[in-house]
Nanobody, 122 residues
């Protein structure tokens, strides 16, 4: 009974920018870590960026210096600002959140969005 909805994907040229958004809603008590993952065809899903409840961040080496993850705890949202995009960034991007809800109080569960397509043309 928690839902994550991503938006902001699209088609851009090499060097362009996109801003992804993720909104969590439902029976939420506390959101702990939030993150963005991506999966390209024939590849495993990989972590792109992660942000803790205190604002600490972690990035994949491939996006470090180009992507910035942020969150707004009051709005239960997370964002991924993607600059200097490259063709290898092409993938479906998924929002992930570790959430403690009221029903399972004291237990943290992973929730996933449906994904948003990011395509970077050469």
């Amino acid at each position: 009974q928690v839902h994550l909805v991503e938006s902001g994907g699209g088609l851009v040229q090499t060097g362009g920018s996109l801003r992804l958004s993720c909104v969590a809603s439902g029976d939420i008590h506390t959101i702990h870590d939030m993150g963005w993952y991506r999966q390209a065809p024939g590849k495993q899903r990989e972590l792109v960026a992660q942000i803790g409840s205190g604002g600490n961040t972690n990035y994949a080496d491939s996006v470090k210096g180009r992507f910035t993850i942020s969150r707004d705890n009051a709005k239960n949202t997370a964002h991924l600002q993607m600059n200097s995009l490259k063709p290898e960034d092409t993938a479906v991007y998924y929002c992930n959140a570790d959430i403690e809800d009221y029903t399972d109080y004291g237990i943290v569960n992973d929730w996933w969005g449906q994904g948003t397509q990011v395509t970077v043309s050469s």
